[in-house]
């Protein structure tokens, strides 16, 4: 079974940084696909990026590209989210997924197991 943990969130003040972190044990090949997705309060889940392990292709979602930066660390199986130039709308609990297969995706119907989540909040 795959299991994946998030750690990294914290308060940062608007203007600042963080680098999220999801390890991943229990896959049953090398290459995966892993997503980051948060859920502020009020609003739907939303997808924010995510990375292949085989290729290096990365997707991100309209808000935080030239913010965020998604990375990989194979070996480790583990995955990155380094965040900048962070906004009280990040605000939000940020979740890391695993798809079963290797379709790279923001949607969240594509991933089939996730983490516990980890808050994230930014004040202004």
């Known amino acids: 079974e795959v299991q994946l943990v998030e750690s990294g969130g914290d308060l940062v003040q608007a203007g600042g940084s963080l680098r999220l972190s999801c390890a991943a044990s229990?896959?049953?090949?090398?290459?995966?696909?892993i997503g980051w997705f948060r859920r502020a309060p009020g609003k739907e889940r939303e997808g924010v990026s995510s990375i292949s392990s085989s290729d290096g292709n990365t997707l991100y979602t309209d808000s935080v590209k030239g913010r965020f930066t998604i990375s990989s660390d194979n070996a480790k199986k583990s995955v990155y989210l380094q965040m900048t130039s962070l906004k009280p709308e990040d605000t939000a609990v940020y979740y890391c997924?695993?798809?079963?297969?290797?379709?790279?995706?923001?949607?969240?119907?594509?991933?089939?197991?996730w983490g516990q989540g980890t808050q994230v909040t930014v004040s202004s």
């Open positions: 229990g896959f049953t090949r090398d290459d995966y696909v």
């Open positions: 997924a695993a798809t079963k297969g290797m379709l790279l995706s923001l949607w969240a119907v594509h991933y089939d197991y």
